[in-house]
């Protein structure tokens, strides 16, 4: 069983377009992040999300939205795609106050 | 903020020990040092976790001196599986409502293995 999940595994899209990665995690953890690999594979948090209670990073552009329906879930919504999105994107879990993450397999978005 | 600095890349040869160092001047008092690896095309894997001293499990040990301020990452006896990007991670977790936590990775550290 795959402990955390994203889809789509590959993103391709146009400037401008709104897209959406879905993550979900079957842990039964209280805590799920988004991350950006870059090209240079810099891994950077962009969001912390656990009971409801989102911390962004403030260098995040507002055109990125996380929406967790429930527990399991953390979706990333990107609206207004920009050539400087492009990017591998993780989502990851932990038991809350646990540093131990475990990352999903990424999606790899390419932005035209 | 505590940054972190690791070497760019490695090479090593199966069977050797490998030490990855990772510089961070400005932990803090309640940061914890954890170490990942990233094989291609997959997310990041926790390897070991420490605060201080030496930490070991049944894949690597983690040497940490006194003033905190590097930490080492031992690999005993690589073999070509262990060629991947590991990245050391600095901070604290997420705890609760008030206590956002802090996570800060390093650049990683492209470790090649050869036969």
């Known amino acids: 069983d795959t402990a955390v999940s994203q889809t789509p595994k590959y993103l391709v899209t146009q400037m401008g377009n709104d897209k959406s990665i879905k993550c979900e995690q079957n842990?039964?953890?209280?805590?799920m992040y988004w991350y950006k690999q870059d090209s240079k594979k810099f891994l950077k948090i962009m969001f912390s999300?656990?009971?409801?209670?989102?911390?962004i990073n403030e260098t995040v552009p507002n055109r990125f939205s996380p929406k967790s329906p429930d527990k399991a879930h953390l979706n990333l919504h990107i609206n207004s795609l920009e050539l400087g999105d492009s990017a591998v994107y993780f989502c990851?879990?932990?038991?809350?106050?646990?540093?131990?993450?475990?990352f999903g397999p990424g999606t790899r978005l390419t932005v035209t | 903020l505590a940054k972190t600095t690791q070497p760019i890349s490695m090479d090593s040869y199966e069977g050797q020990e490998v030490n990855i160092t990772c510089s961070h001047n400005?932990?803090?008092?309640?940061?914890?040092i954890t170490w990942y690896q990233q094989f291609p095309s997959q997310g990041p894997r926790f390897i070991i976790q420490?605060?201080?001293t030496k930490v070991t499990n049944e894949v690597a040990s983690l040497f940490i001196p006194a003033d905190r301020k590097s930490s080492t990452l031992s690999l005993p006896r690589v073999s070509l599986s262990d060629t991947a990007v590991y990245y050391c991670?600095?901070?604290?977790?997420?705890?609760?409502?008030?206590?956002?936590?802090?996570?800060?990775f390093g650049q990683g550290t492209t470790l090649q293995v050869k036969p």
């Open positions: 990851a879990s932990s038991q809350v106050g646990i540093l131990e993450q475990y």
């Open positions: 842990l039964g953890h209280d805590t």
């Open positions: 999300y656990n009971n409801k209670e989102l911390i």
């Open positions: 400005n932990i803090a008092t309640n940061d914890y």
């Open positions: 420490g605060y201080k």
């Open positions: 991670l600095v901070g604290y977790p997420r705890s609760g409502s008030g206590n956002t936590g802090k996570l800060i």
